[in-house]
Structure formats: C-alpha cells, structure tokens
C-alpha cells in the first residue's frame, strides 16, 4: 500500500465490495460527521476507486459536504483489496459482525485456497477452528484440480 495521503474528490470514490453484509451503518457515519474533523485517511484500491477502508469516513465526508478526501492508494489485485479490507475493518472502527466474518472468511477461502485456515482466522478474526470446517471446502477443490490436472502437479503445459 502507498503510504503517500493525497486528497481525491469524493465523487470519484466509490463504495462496494465491503466484508459487511449489512452495508454502512448510518448512524454510525452520522457520528463520526459530528465529530468533523481529523479522522484519518481512507484506503482506496487505485484500479477501481473502491473504498477499502473507510466507507463511513466516505458518508461523514459527503454528510458534512467535503469535496475532497484524503485517501491512499492500493494498487494490489481485487482478492487482495478484499483482504485488506477485512484486516482494517476486523482491526478498527465499527466491528464486523461474526457473520460478516464469516462470510469473508469464505469468500477468502475460495480467492486464495492456498492459505492455511489460521491465516484466515487471523485476518478476520476467526479461530483457525473455526475456519477449519471450510476446510472440506478446500479439500473437495484440491481433488477436483488434481483430478482436472491428471496425475501432475499442477496444470498441463
């Protein structure tokens, strides 16, 4: 992630894609609207001007009728926005639901296959026990490659 903060309008930011089910909470952005200024900047994903961090800090901005915003910059691939949204949001600010958790840890699970159930747990705040059920998931998807793919590896060349 760019470590860099530069002002974008908040017009060209959209939101979406987020790991809550539920969507912003309104009232939640209408608190932190209150509190004015001096929140921090959001995170957006430069490919698709998405939020990644920070969709209520977005609707305070538009509720108090901010032109501009300031933001940094990930340049990563969507999977990996996901995931980076997640981390933030299962570290600060409003917390994520265990069903919104669970729910990205899926979502997670089926983006990137290869990370081991802690590592998701980790990321959205899960036990990797918890995750570990999804693991059949997994499993049934390793088989279905490897049949797909013959006795190799990996895929023919």
Same mark, same amino acid.
């Given at each position: 992630? &760019?470590?860099?903060? $530069?002002?974008?309008?908040?017009? %060209? $930011?959209?939101?979406?894609?987020? +790991? *809550? ?6 009232? #939640? ?5 209150? !509190? /004015?200024?001096? @929140?921090?900047?959001?995170? $957006? #994903? ?9 969709? #209520? *800090?977005?609707?305070?901005? *538009? @509720? @108090? ?18 995931? !980076?949204?997640?981390?933030? &949001? =299962?570290? #600060?600010? !409003? +917390? @994520? ?6 729910? =990205?840890?899926?979502?997670? !699970?089926?983006?990137? +296959? ?13 036990? /990797?026990?918890?995750?570990? +059920?999804? %693991?059949? $998931? ?8 490897? %049949? %797909?793919? /013959? ?7």
């Amino acid at each position: 992630m &760019n470590s860099d903060v $530069v002002k974008v309008s908040v017009d %060209a $930011v959209r939101t979406g894609d987020s +790991p *809550r089910l539920d969507g912003e909470d309104e009232d #939640h952005a209408r608190a932190l609207a209150e !509190l /004015g200024t001096g @929140l921090p900047p959001i995170t $957006v #994903h430069r490919g698709t001007m998405r939020v990644i961090d920070g969709a #209520h *800090r977005l609707r305070a901005a *538009r @509720l @108090l009728g901010h032109t501009e915003i300031a933001a940094r910059f990930y340049d990563g691939d969507e999977d990996d926005a996901f995931v !980076l949204a997640v981390t933030m &949001n =299962a570290s #600060h600010g !409003l +917390p @994520l639901t265990l069903a919104d958790r669970t729910a =990205a840890a899926a979502r997670i !699970l089926t983006a990137r +296959p290869q990370l081991s159930d802690r590592r998701i747990g980790k990321v959205t705040g899960l036990s /990797g026990t918890t995750v570990g +059920p999804s %693991a059949a $998931v997994r499993l049934i998807r390793t088989s279905s490659r490897t %049949a %797909a793919w /013959g006795a190799t590896a990996g895929p023919a060349r």
